[in-house]
C-alpha cells in the first residue's frame, strides 16, 4: 500500500536550533517525494523535490531508499519557519500525490 | 508561473442547496486538476481526480452524486457540492499539473482554497 507517515504532530523549536521534520514512505515502485508547507492563511506551495537535490531557505531533504524516508533538515531554524509541513509522495502510474499528516513546526523566539 | 486561482474564498449556504466552486489555471493548461478537503489542523484527502473532457475519477467513499465534477476546458475544473449538509462543512482545495513548464511529472499547484460553510 502507498502511505507517507509524519510521526510527529507537533515539532516546536526555539530559533537558531536544529530541525529535522521526520517522513517515511511504503511505495512498492520508485518514488518520487516532495515537501510542501502551508503558511497560515496561505496556499500550499511546494517547498522542496527530492529529484531537483536542492536547498531551498536553508532546507534540504536527502531521499534514503534503504530506511524508505525523506526526512526534512534545516540546521538553524528561524521564526519565518512557523507552518504546516506536508510530506507527499507522487504516484507515476496516476499521478496523484499522497499526502502524510502534516507536521506543525513552531519555532520560539 | 504555475498560478492557481479559486473561487469563491468563502461561501455560506444554507442547508440543502448547492454550491459550485471554481478551480482556474490562470497561466497554463491543465488536462489535469485534483480536488481536496482539508480538516482543521488535519491533511489533505484526495476527493477526485477531475479530467479534461471526461469523467472525473473519484476516491473510494466520495459520492459522485453528491460531488459534481465539471472539467470542461484547459483551465477550468468546477466542483458543485449537491444539497449541502452542515457536515459537508470545509475547505476545498483544487490542484492542477503543469505539464508543460514543471521539473516533475507529479508536481503540483495549488489554489488558495475555498471555506464551505453549511448552516
Known amino acids: 500500500a502507498q502511505r507517507v507517515t509524519q510521526p510527529e504532530k507537533l515539532l516546536s523549536v526555539f530559533k537558531g536550533a536544529p530541525v529535522e521534520l521526520k517522513c517515511n514512505y511504503s511505495?512498492?515502485?520508485?518514488?518520487?517525494l516532495f515537501w510542501y508547507v502551508q503558511y497560515s492563511r496561505q496556499r500550499l506551495q511546494l517547498l522542496l523535490r527530492h529529484i531537483s537535490r536542492e536547498s531551498i531557505k536553508g532546507f534540504t531533504a536527502d531521499l534514503n531508499k534503504g530506511e524508505t524516508s525523506f526526512h526534512l533538515k534545516k540546521p538553524f531554524a528561524q521564526e519565518e519557519d512557523s507552518a504546516m509541513y506536508y510530506c507527499?509522495?507522487?504516484?507515476?502510474?496516476?499521478?496523484?500525490?499522497?499526502f502524510g499528516q502534516g507536521t506543525t513546526l513552531q519555532v520560539k523566539p | 508561473g504555475a498560478v492557481v486561482s479559486q473561487h469563491p474564498s468563502r461561501v455560506i449556504c444554507k442547508s440543502g442547496t448547492s454550491v459550485k466552486i471554481e478551480c482556474r489555471s490562470l497561466d497554463f493548461q491543465a488536462t489535469t486538476m485534483f480536488w481536496y478537503r482539508q480538516f482543521p489542523k488535519k491533511s489533505l484527502m484526495l476527493m477526485a481526480t477531475s479530467n479534461e473532457g471526461s469523467k472525473a475519477t473519484y476516491e473510494q467513499g466520495v459520492e459522485k452524486d453528491k460531488f459534481l465534477i465539471n472539467h470542461a476546458s484547459l483551465t477550468l475544473s468546477t466542483l458543485t457540492v449537491t444539497s449541502a449538509h452542515p457536515e459537508d462543512s470545509s475547505f476545498y482545495i483544487c490542484?492542477?499539473?503543469?505539464?508543460?513548464?514543471?521539473?516533475?511529472?507529479?508536481?503540483?499547484?495549488f489554489g488558495p482554497g475555498t471555506r464551505l460553510t453549511v448552516l
Open positions: 490542484s492542477a499539473r503543469d505539464l508543460g513548464g514543471q521539473i516533475s511529472y507529479n508536481e503540483q499547484f
Open positions: 507527499a509522495l507522487g504516484s507515476s502510474n496516476t499521478g496523484k500525490l499522497i
Open positions: 511505495y512498492s515502485g520508485s518514488p518520487e
